[in-house]
């Protein structure tokens, strides 16, 4: 696509007019990485907090709140100046706890970069907000920790509760999007029956959209209770 730098608002590490009284999310990390998305080179924003508090967690300080604010102007010079990205990854934490400040940061990447697509992460529990910000995004990457009609082995992975109904309206959204994946971590105690129950529901309920199995590395430091 054409560089759209002529088109954006405000100088380097600047915000954009409009955007000076908006509310954004705390940023806690920048990072550009190849693994992310399929054949896509990604600006990935870490945004703090999360409603789970899932086993084997490797974002754990993000999730609870332990990181130093990254400025949103380095997010800016990070949009003006990394040219090998091709697509701005949203991630956490749980970027949906952030509900309207999220949209606002999308839209401020979008006038920042209008040439790429951007993908939300979510573990699908607030499909309010995903409903909010679909029309502004280009898919979402929802996270299946274990079979959603088992909401026993569901909660006892995410350690909390688990709303099946919510998450498969959270996923009909998400697969009318592009660029939505679904993502499941082979956790050792998912069954090749649970992997099976999960690749159906992704079936009926996602579109067609991929889904990728993840291989399970445990956290060395992990909370007392685990």
Request: a negative charge; aromatic letters at 8%; charged letters at 30%.
């Amino acid at each position: 696509m054409g560089d759209t730098r002529d088109n954006r608002k405000g100088g380097c590490g600047e915000l954009p007019e409009g955007f000076l009284m908006k509310e954004l999310p705390k940023i806690a990390s920048l990072l550009t990485s190849t693994i992310d998305h399929p054949n896509r080179i990604s600006l990935n924003i870490y945004l703090p907090y999360c409603n789970f508090n899932c086993i084997g967690c490797h974002n754990r300080d993000i999730a609870e709140g332990r990181f130093s604010e990254v400025p949103p102007e380095k997010l800016l010079w990070e949009l003006d100046n990394n040219f090998i990205i091709d697509i701005v990854i949203i991630t956490g934490g749980e970027p949906t706890l952030h509900g309207v400040k999220l949209l606002n940061l999308i839209e401020l990447i979008r006038k920042r970069r209008s040439d790429l697509p951007i993908r939300v992460d979510s573990n699908g529990s607030l499909p309010d907000v995903l409903e909010l910000i679909a029309d502004h995004v280009d898919g979402f990457a929802i996270d299946i920790k274990a079979p959603p009609f088992s909401k026993d082995k569901y909660e006892r992975t995410i350690r909390a509760r688990f709303c099946p109904d919510d998450f498969i309206r959270s996923v009909k959204i998400a697969a009318r999007l592009p660029y939505t994946i679904f993502r499941t971590v082979k956790y050792p105690w998912l069954t090749d029956e649970d992997l099976k129950e999960i690749r159906e529901f992704v079936s009926v309920y996602g579109e067609g959209k991929p889904h990728l199995v993840n291989p399970y590395f445990e956290v060395i430091k992990e909370r007392a209770e685990i």
